[in-house]
């Protein structure tokens, strides 16, 4: 068997053989959705009789992918943020990302081995509550 769009997956593979080996190869098949997609994807079949294209078969096979609730991931600085000595500093650019957030809640802790932390200065939006474990007086 030729082929391209191989190993590594792609839009389309192409490929030929005989009859036995694409079959192998086609018990082999996997299909992974785009990142974050999900809904009903289609695959494709095609197949040509040794170059004649008039003897061409093509099906489609539905695919539906559902959809999981993805893990919140981190954004941050990558380069470590440099403080002065008992300078309050402002720590930016730290959020998090998640593709599937929609209304969910996300329990967030933030801690530090030399210091503190807060979000002083900041308007607190209603939709944020402090647990009870939390310093308290200067979460906010
Ligand atoms: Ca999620």
Known sequence: MCGGGGEGGGKKLWFKGRLED???GLS????RGEQ???GTDRIDFR??????VSLVSEIS???VVRAV????????PVFPVVCGEDELCVIGGVGIVDPDAGEGVFDV??????????LNGLEVPSGVDFFEGGDGEGDR
């Open 47 to 52: 197949v040509v009789d040794d170059e004649d």
């Open 61 to 63: 096979v539905p695919v």
């Open 28 to 31: 082999m098949l996997v299909y």
């Open 22 to 24: 694409v079959n192998q």
């Open 36 to 38: 974050d997609f999900f």
């Open 109 to 118: 802790e933030v801690s530090v081995d030399s210091g503190t932390v807060n």
């Open 69 to 76: 609730n993805d893990s919140p991931r981190w954004e941050a």
